[in-house]
C-alpha cells in the first residue's frame, strides 16, 4: 500500500528531513525563515542546501516567499509529512497507507504498525474542524494568524489524543489510542461503517447501540468530565451485533464549563432523535439525559 505519503516520506533524504525541521523550529521566529538562517541552523553548504529546497518545493512541502529575499515556510503538507516520518522513525509505523473516511479535508490514513496490524493517522487541522468546533478551543489561544495554525493543530491533536487515553481506560466505547506526534494522533482502526451508512438495524440491535452510547456518554460525562460536543451519526462506527464506538472528540468540552449542559443536551437530543428517526427507537429524552449525568442508574 504505498500510497502518495508513503511516496513523498521515502523520497526524502536525511538532508531533506534536516531542513524541514530547522523550518518547522524557527516558525516560532519567523513566517518565511530566510534562507541564511536556514543555511546557518542546518549547517548545509549552499549548493547542496539549494538543491533540497527546490526539491522540497516542487513537493510542495515548503513554501518559498515571494519577493526578492529568499524564504521559506512550512506547508500543511510539510508538517504532516515531518509527523509521519517521526511516527515511523520512532517504531510506531511502518508504512502510510491510503486515505479513509469522509473526513472534510479528507486526512485519516490508514497505516500499518509493526507485525502487520492496522491503525488510523488523523491528521488534524485547524480548519478541517468547524468553526463552532474550533471556537471553543481558539478561547484558550491570545490571536489567531497563519502563523497559529500549526499551534491550533497540535493542540487539537493533543486534545484528542488525551481524552482517548482518559476515555478508553475507563472502558468507553472509544477507539485505543496509540500515539501522538505532532498534529497527528494514531489511533486504533475500528473495522466499522459510519452510522449514516447503516439502513435498518433488528430493534435489539438497534436498542443495545444505542444504549452502548449512551454508557460511553455517561462514562464520558461522569468519570472524565467531559461532553463530547459534536454528536452524530457521522461520528459513529457501527460494529455490528449491537456495538459501535465514538471518534472525533477533539472539540469536548468539560463538564463544568459555560454551555457544556447545553451540549450535552444537543448531543443526546440528536442522537435519541436518529434513532428514533431512523431505527424507530422510541426513548424518553430526559430518562437518557438523567442516566448520563449519572442521576439515574438504570438504562432508558
Ligand atoms: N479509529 C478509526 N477507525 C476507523 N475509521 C476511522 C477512525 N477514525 C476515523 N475514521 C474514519 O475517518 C473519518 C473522519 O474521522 P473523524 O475523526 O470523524 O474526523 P473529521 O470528521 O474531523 O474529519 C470517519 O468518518 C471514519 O470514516
Ligand atoms: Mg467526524
Same mark, same amino acid.
Given at each position: 500500500?504505498?500510497?502518495?505519503?508513503?511516496?513523498?516520506?521515502?523520497?526524502?533524504?536525511?538532508?531533506?528531513?534536516?531542513?524541514?525541521?530547522?523550518?518547522?523550529?524557527?516558525?516560532?521566529?519567523?513566517?518565511?525563515?530566510?534562507?541564511?538562517?536556514?543555511?546557518?541552523?542546518?549547517?548545509?553548504? @549552499? #549548493?547542496?542546501? !539549494?538543491?533540497? *529546497?527546490?526539491? +522540497?518545493?516542487?513537493?510542495? %512541502?515548503?513554501?518559498? &516567499? =515571494? @519577493? #526578492?529575499?529568499? !524564504?521559506?515556510? *512550512?506547508?500543511? +503538507?510539510?508538517?504532516?509529512? %515531518?509527523?509521519?516520518? &517521526? =511516527?515511523?522513525?520512532?517504531?510506531?509505523?511502518?508504512?502510510?497507507?491510503?486515505?479513509?473516511?469522509?473526513?472534510?479535508?479528507?486526512?485519516?490514513?490508514?497505516?500499518?504498525?509493526?507485525?502487520?496490524?492496522?491503525?488510523?493517522?488523523?491528521?488534524?487541522?485547524?480548519?478541517?474542524?468547524?468553526?463552532?468546533?474550533?471556537?471553543?478551543?481558539?478561547?484558550?489561544?491570545?490571536?489567531?494568524?497563519?502563523?497559529?495554525?500549526?499551534?491550533?493543530?497540535?493542540?487539537?491533536?493533543?486534545?484528542?489524543?488525551?481524552?482517548?487515553?482518559?476515555?478508553?481506560?475507563?472502558?468507553?466505547?472509544?477507539?485505543?489510542?496509540?500515539?501522538?506526534?505532532?498534529?497527528?494522533?494514531?489511533?486504533?482502526?475500528?473495522?466499522?461503517?459510519?452510522?449514516?451508512?447503516?439502513?435498518?438495524?433488528?430493534?435489539?440491535?438497534?436498542?443495545?447501540?444505542?444504549?452502548?452510547?449512551?454508557?460511553?456518554?455517561?462514562?464520558?460525562?461522569?468519570?472524565?468530565?467531559?461532553?463530547?460536543?459534536?454528536?452524530?451519526?457521522?461520528?459513529?462506527?457501527?460494529?455490528?451485533?449491537?456495538?459501535?464506538?465514538?471518534?472525533?472528540?477533539?472539540?469536548?468540552?468539560?463538564?463544568?464549563?459555560?454551555?457544556?449542559?447545553?451540549?450535552?443536551?444537543?448531543?443526546?437530543?440528536?442522537?435519541?432523535?436518529?434513532?428514533?428517526?431512523?431505527?424507530?427507537?422510541?426513548?424518553?429524552?430526559?430518562?437518557?439525559?438523567?442516566?448520563?449525568?449519572?442521576?439515574?442508574?438504570?438504562?432508558?
Amino acid at each position: 500500500m504505498a500510497s502518495r505519503l508513503q511516496r513523498i516520506i521515502d523520497s526524502l533524504d536525511r538532508v531533506d528531513v534536516r531542513i524541514l525541521r530547522v523550518i518547522e523550529t524557527q516558525l516560532s521566529r519567523y513566517y518565511y525563515v530566510p534562507l541564511e538562517v536556514i543555511e546557518r541552523k542546518a549547517g548545509i553548504p @549552499g #549548493s547542496r542546501l !539549494g538543491k533540497s *529546497l527546490l526539491k +522540497l518545493t516542487s513537493m510542495k %512541502l515548503v513554501k518559498r &516567499s =515571494l @519577493g #526578492s529575499s529568499s !524564504g521559506y515556510t *512550512l506547508t500543511y +503538507l510539510g508538517l504532516d509529512v %515531518l509527523a509521519l516520518w &517521526s =511516527l515511523i522513525r520512532r517504531g510506531v509505523l511502518v508504512r502510510v497507507g491510503e486515505r479513509i473516511g469522509v473526513g472534510k479535508e479528507g486526512d485519516v490514513y490508514l497505516v500499518e504498525m509493526p507485525g502487520g496490524g492496522l491503525a488510523v493517522a488523523k491528521l488534524h487541522r485547524e480548519g478541517r474542524t468547524s468553526f463552532s468546533k474550533i471556537k471553543r478551543v481558539r478561547s484558550s489561544v491570545a490571536f489567531i494568524d497563519r502563523k497559529q495554525w500549526f499551534r491550533i493543530a497540535k493542540l487539537l491533536g493533543e486534545r484528542e489524543f488525551k481524552v482517548l487515553v482518559r476515555l478508553h481506560e475507563k472502558g468507553a466505547w472509544v477507539p485505543e489510542p496509540i500515539a501522538l506526534d505532532r498534529h497527528c494522533v494514531v489511533q486504533e482502526y475500528r473495522e466499522g461503517v459510519e452510522l449514516y451508512r447503516v439502513r435498518e438495524l433488528p430493534v435489539d440491535e438497534a436498542h443495545t447501540l444505542l444504549r452502548g452510547l449512551l454508557e460511553t456518554l455517561r462514562i464520558a460525562y461522569t468519570s472524565v468530565g467531559v461532553v463530547h460536543g459534536d454528536l452524530s451519526e457521522y461520528n459513529v462506527l457501527y460494529e455490528g451485533g449491537g456495538r459501535g464506538v465514538i471518534i472525533d472528540w477533539p472539540q469536548y468540552v468539560y463538564r463544568e464549563e459555560d454551555g457544556a449542559e447545553e451540549l450535552l443536551l444537543r448531543d443526546i437530543r440528536y442522537l435519541t432523535s436518529y434513532f428514533r428517526r431512523r431505527f424507530g427507537i422510541d426513548i424518553d429524552i430526559e430518562d437518557a439525559l438523567g442516566y448520563v449525568r449519572g442521576v439515574k442508574s438504570a438504562p432508558p
